[in-house]
Nanobody, 122 residues
Framework: QVQLVESGGGSVQAGGSLTLSCVSS????????MGWFRQVSGNKREGVASLYAAGAGGTYYADSVKGRFTISQDNAKNTVYLLMNNLKPEDTAMYYCAAEGAGLIAATYDYWGQGTQVTVSA
């Protein structure tokens, strides 16, 4: 059973930065894809960023975060990161890491972490 554990969330002011980390209990190199999603209570889970295994594809971002967020992977540490710059109040949400899915479509992912809260104040 694969476990994903997120960390790095917190409270920041608008314009600030955070880096989220997702550590996998399994070898991240074996995953075809990994992604970050976010959800505000009562709303659908939204795809934020995803990446495919090296050589198999690229990275994908929601339009709302393009140019501000960067997803990356360190297979030696079994970790996926989400660097978030120029944060806005509308980025406030619970952020989830996921593995083995298609692009930014949450329903396609097989494995999920418990989430880490990001709160951005104006």
């Amino acid at each position: 059973q694969v476990q994903l554990v997120e960390s790095g969330g917190g409270s920041v002011q608008a314009g600030g930065s955070l880096t989220l980390s997702c550590v996998s209990s399994g070898d991240t190199a074996r995953f075809n894809s990994m992604g970050w999603f976010r959800q505000v209570s009562g709303n659908k889970r939204e795809g934020v960023a995803s990446l495919y295994a090296a050589g198999a594809g690229g990275t994908y971002y929601a339009d709302s975060v393009k140019g501000r967020f960067t997803i990356s992977q360190d297979n030696a540490k079994n970790t996926v990161y989400l660097l978030m710059n120029n944060l806005k109040p509308e980025d406030t949400a619970m952020y989830y890491c996921a593995a083995e899915g298609a692009g930014l479509i949450a329903a396609t992912y097989d494995y999920w972490g418990q989430g880490t809260q990001v709160t951005v104040s104006a």
